[in-house]
Structures are given as structure tokens and as C-alpha cells.
């Protein structure tokens, strides 16, 4: 499979977001940065032709922050679009609104815990049907 991580020719862009995050992405960083929650973040990272704000390798999830924009409906149909291109490559996405991330950071650390945690059971428990076939899905 081809690299699809941090494409080069998005190099610049990538640089330009994570220098200009949006006061959302700069309170959940200091949740997320240095992996406070027991897994590794990255901000603005890039998935083949799109800039995620927040992506964990090890689970494949993304983590994406919607402003006033995604209220419109063109930027709806967009986001549907990115969502499903980027679930082909079977990525996890969760979204929360700016006001969330704002008003409610406690919550929403608290749901990413939650989502993180249930992510890696599911990566680290084997199928019981494939295992009584003698496959280790792990």
C-alpha cells in the first residue's frame, strides 16, 4: 500500500495550520500533546489529500474540530465526503463542535478517553470466532 501519511506536497500547508491553530485546537492540544491520555496525538496531520486536526496512529483515529464554516451546507457536504474517503482507509472519526471544545473540554476529554480506550480493546481482543480456527488476529 502507498504512503498516504504527511504527503509532501502538503509540507507547507500542514506547517502554516498547526502555526495557526484556532483557540479549539490550541485547549484540546494541552489535553492531547505529550500523550497525557496513554496514547500519542498529532495535530494537522496529513491523510492523503486532507489536513486532520487530530490523528492517533495506533487506533487510527482522527479527531476533527467544526466551526461556525461547518454549519453551511456546502462545508457539510464536503466534510460527508472527506468522512468517507478517509473511512475506506478505515480511520475512526469523532467530531465536536468549537463551543464543545470551549465550554464543555472536560466532557469531551472524557469522551476521547472513553472512545480511545474502547478503540484499543477492540484492536487488542480477538475475534472469538477467528481464534477456534486457530487465527490470531492481533
Same mark, same amino acid.
Request: positive net charge; aromatic residues 10%.
Given at each position: 500500500?502507498?504512503?498516504?501519511?504527511? !504527503?509532501?506536497?502538503?509540507?507547507?500547508?500542514?506547517?502554516?495550520?498547526?502555526?495557526? !491553530?484556532?483557540?479549539?485546537?490550541?485547549?484540546?492540544?494541552?489535553?492531547?500533546?505529550?500523550?497525557?491520555?496513554?496514547?500519542?496525538?498529532?495535530?494537522?496531520?496529513?491523510?492523503?489529500?486532507?489536513?486532520?486536526?487530530?490523528?492517533?496512529?495506533?487506533?487510527?483515529?482522527?479527531?476533527?474540530?467544526?466551526?461556525?464554516?461547518?454549519?453551511?451546507?456546502?462545508?457539510?457536504?464536503?466534510?460527508?465526503?472527506?468522512?468517507?474517503?478517509?473511512?475506506?482507509?478505515?480511520?475512526?472519526?469523532?467530531?465536536?463542535?468549537?463551543?464543545?471544545?470551549?465550554?464543555?473540554?472536560?466532557?469531551?476529554?472524557?469522551?476521547?478517553?472513553?472512545?480511545?480506550?474502547? !478503540?484499543?480493546?477492540?484492536?487488542?481482543?480477538?475475534?472469538?470466532?477467528?481464534?477456534?480456527?486457530?487465527?490470531?488476529?492481533?
Amino acid at each position: 500500500m502507498q504512503n498516504i501519511h504527511n !504527503l509532501k506536497v502538503y509540507k507547507n500547508k500542514r506547517k502554516y495550520l498547526r502555526n495557526n !491553530l484556532t483557540n479549539a485546537e490550541i485547549t484540546l492540544w494541552q489535553f492531547l500533546k505529550n500523550s497525557q491520555l496513554g496514547y500519542k496525538f498529532r495535530r494537522q496531520h496529513g491523510i492523503n489529500k486532507y489536513i486532520v486536526d487530530f490523528y492517533c496512529h495506533s487506533l487510527k483515529l482522527i479527531i476533527e474540530l467544526d466551526g461556525e464554516v461547518h454549519n453551511h451546507i456546502m462545508q457539510s457536504q464536503k466534510d460527508y465526503l472527506r468522512e468517507q474517503e478517509l473511512k475506506r482507509f478505515d480511520f475512526k472519526i469523532i467530531r465536536y463542535k468549537n463551543e464543545c471544545i470551549i465550554f464543555e473540554i472536560d466532557r469531551v476529554v472524557d469522551h476521547i478517553k472513553r472512545v480511545c480506550i474502547y !478503540l484499543d480493546n477492540r484492536k487488542t481482543t480477538p475475534n472469538p470466532s477467528l481464534k477456534r480456527r486457530g487465527v490470531d488476529v492481533r
